[in-house]
């Protein structure tokens, strides 16, 4: 039996939301690593460049230190507002795709079978209501 389009896009979004919850540390981690500059300094040769963080261990020690673990999850309410409906369409799309083509494999028959239980379900949801 075929999950609703509600169910769907509810699995969608919560797989969503696990998966930004868990990669959010490292997105976080690899951006400061790409949007830091470097600095001039005046203690060593000149040209030479040092940056704030020496690798991800010391970006990530350096963030814990300041803010804690809390601090590793910093800005991430949009982007979870973002996957649920993002992810959920994603799923569904999915679903969706492979709906279709399952139903192009089959014969004539069977597509009209498929069409006659579609019908019959949703006489029972009809009547339950």
């Known amino acids: 039996m075929n999950p609703s389009v509600l169910v769907v896009l509810f699995a969608g979004g919560m797989a969503g939301l ?4 868990t990669s959010e ?3 976080l981690l690899s951006m400061l690593m790409q949007t830091d500059v470097p600095i001039v300094n005046n203690n060593v040769q000149v040209g030479e460049k040092l940056y704030r963080y020496a690798n991800v261990q010391d970006c990530f020690q350096q963030v814990v230190s300041k ?14 507002i973002r996957a649920l409906p993002a992810y959920g369409a994603s799923f ?4 969706m795709t492979v709906e279709f083509i399952e ?3 089959m014969s004539p028959e069977e597509q009209q079978q498929q ?3 579609r019908e019959l379900r949703a006489e029972k949801r009809v009547s339950k209501s």
């Open 25 to 27: 540390p490292f997105e």
């Open 67 to 80: 803010g804690g673990y809390k601090a590793l999850y910093k800005g991430v309410t949009p982007t979870a």
């Open 103 to 105: 139903w192009r494999r």
């Open 115 to 117: 069409r006659e239980l």
């Open 92 to 95: 569904l799309g999915y679903e």
């Open 18 to 21: 696990g998966y930004v919850f």
